[in-house]
């Protein structure tokens, strides 16, 4: 179902995977108000309409196709659909997941296969899919929305923390392939933070309070902006979204097992609220499906959630970064050579 908007005429055509809600709702939104034709990928009608009306509002034009992204034939026709309608694309932006929170020996093998299926090999289909268009163009940016941690696991999230970390790993094998064929084709990954989403109501949780994301909580925005930034300076290999994120993976790097006994201490009550979980689980079918509800982009946490991340504006702009404090360093040698 095609739903068109104000058009700019010259916008590109992107492909937003989970666009039904959270970060992917959001991004097609940042998408549409440049005038960009979006496709919305997801499962959940409720959930895909209203995102449609959105990227409308904004500006955009919508194509709404649904599909399981776990299902590797249906992204590859997703992908044709949007080839027919539009004649290309420009962008494919690999963004939807669904996950556990529980310990990992409460997890059934079910479950697990399931947020493997939908959270790591949905973004492969998702990226097969977008290669058959873009390869014989030679044009084309793939961005894979991760997270912390895709560096980092932490407590309750094994399956998810697991996903993550085989698209990191997929992701860097892509890249290097890509390079070695001179290829104009791109792909790149946007590292997240904690983030103001519905997913914290509706992902299948065995923890005894409601499920939260670990502070600081970013909104969705905050990530859409850094998604739409990536797709348009794909030779980064990637970006990292708030403070949080680039702290988690500093300290990671620096003193692993040290973060494995802070995590350990701090993670599993700083991912809980007060309260039982009372959400409809998204893992086997959508919250936002026929007979369910549109949760839009925002969770629960408006409250405490910034819509500011000067990490972010940092790392877009290394360069000038780099440079002030190569100028700042100097400047405080040269005074300390006049003192002597």
Excluded at 115 to 133: N, P, Q, W
Aim: hydrophobic residues 40%.
């Amino acid at each position: 179902m095609r739903t068109t908007g104000t058009s700019h005429g010259h916008g590109r055509v992107v492909v937003v995977t989970g666009a039904s809600g959270g970060v992917g709702r959001a991004t097609a939104r940042a998408f549409a108000a440049r005038g960009d034709k979006v496709a919305l990928l997801a499962r959940g009608r409720k959930g895909l309409a209203a995102a449609a009306d959105d990227v409308r509002r904004a500006g955009g034009e919508a194509l709404v196709i649904g599909v399981d992204v776990s299902d590797a034939e249906a992204v590859e026709d997703a992908a044709q659909q949007v080839v027919d309608a539009y004649g290309r694309i420009d962008v494919w932006v690999n963004n939807a997941f669904t996950g556990v929170f529980a310990p990992f020996t409460e997890v059934d093998p079910d479950e697990f296969r399931r947020v493997t299926e939908v959270t790591y090999l949905g973004y492969v289909f998702g990226t097969r899919a977008a290669l058959r268009h873009m390869l014989p163009r030679d044009r084309g940016t793939i961005v894979q929305v991760g997270s912390a941690l895709a560096y980092r696991g932490i407590p309750l999230q094994s399956a998810y923390c697991g996903a993550k970390h085989a698209i990191q790993g997929f992701n860097e094998s892509l890249r290097c392939e890509l390079l070695h064929a001179r290829s104009g084709v791109r792909t790149t990954m946007v590292q997240l933070p904690g983030l103001n989403t519905p997913q914290f109501d509706w992902v299948l949780n065995r923890m005894p309070g409601r499920a939260r994301p670990v502070a600081p909580v970013y909104q969705p925005e905050v990530a859409a902006r850094a998604v739409v930034h990536a797709s348009a300076h794909a030779r980064r290999r990637e970006y990292w979204v708030g403070g949080s994120t680039a702290a988690t993976l500093i300290a990671n790097a620096i003193a692993p097992g040290l973060l494995d006994r802070y995590l350990a201490r701090t993670n599993v009550d700083a991912q809980q609220d007060e309260g039982r979980p009372d959400g409809p689980a998204n893992l086997w079918a959508p919250a936002d499906g026929l007979h369910g509800q549109d949760f839009g982009a925002h969770g629960r946490f408006d409250d405490e959630a910034t819509d500011d991340s000067p990490q972010q504006w940092a790392s877009r702009n290394r360069g000038w970064v780099g440079a002030a404090l190569t100028v700042g360093a100097g400047a405080l040698a040269a005074r300390r050579l006049v003192r002597r």
